[in-house]
Every structure is written in C-alpha cells, then in structure tokens.
C-alpha cells in the first residue's frame, strides 16, 4: 500500500525474525529493497524476507502444540460434563489421514 508496516515488522522482530540482507548471498540474483529504511533487505512487493532460528522456532511449535492440547483437553471436559447418562459419549477418536489424487489403496 506503499507504506512501511513498522508496527509489524517492530513485533516479528521482538518475536526473534531477522531481516535477510540480499549481500548475504552474493552468488544469487535476488530481489531486494532499493531505498528506505530497509535497502538492501530481499523483498519482493512489499513482503520483505526474514528467518528466525531453529531454537526459537522449535519452542514455538511446542508451545502451541501444547495450548492446542489444552484447548481440545477443555472441549473434552466440556463434553464429558454435559453427556446424558441415557446416551453415553465416549472418548472421541481423532484420527485424519490426508492423500493426494487417485483412489485410495487398501492393504492386503
């Protein structure tokens, strides 16, 4: 929209994401910001390119792997409380698969 997002750019950096300077990959034609605040960062119409380590993003996945858990732990509960003695829910069974084209191949 032709302005910088600083709001954001400010919160993904306190969150750990760093900007990817262009001249980091001198092998490379790669697209990067030619003026302003953030020259020399890759971007591309208006998104500009940032990585976050390993560490830091392994802790983000486990901790929202974890509120995921609690959440579905609490629509259980909910569940459980709320089952009428004459019609019993049991524990649901979450499963999925996921394939891609062509029919689905039984075993045996």
Do not use: C
Not at 6 to 23: F, H, M, P, T, Y
Not at 53 to 73: G, H, L, T, W
Not at 98 to 105: A, C, D, E, H
């Amino acid at each position: 929209m032709g302005f910088d997002d600083r709001k954001n750019i400010s919160a993904r950096s306190r969150e750990g994401w760093e900007l990817v300077r262009g001249d980091e990959y001198p092998d490379f034609e790669i697209p990067t910001v030619e003026d302003g605040k953030h020259a020399g960062v890759i971007g591309v119409g208006g998104l500009l390119l940032a990585r976050i380590p390993d560490e830091i993003a392994d802790e983000r996945n486990v901790y929202f792997k974890n509120v995921a858990r609690d959440q579905m732990s609490a629509v259980d509960n909910d569940l459980a409380r709320e089952q009428h003695p004459a019609m019993p829910i049991s524990k649901p069974e979450r499963q999925s698969s996921v394939t891609f084209g062509g029919p689905r191949k039984l075993e045996g």
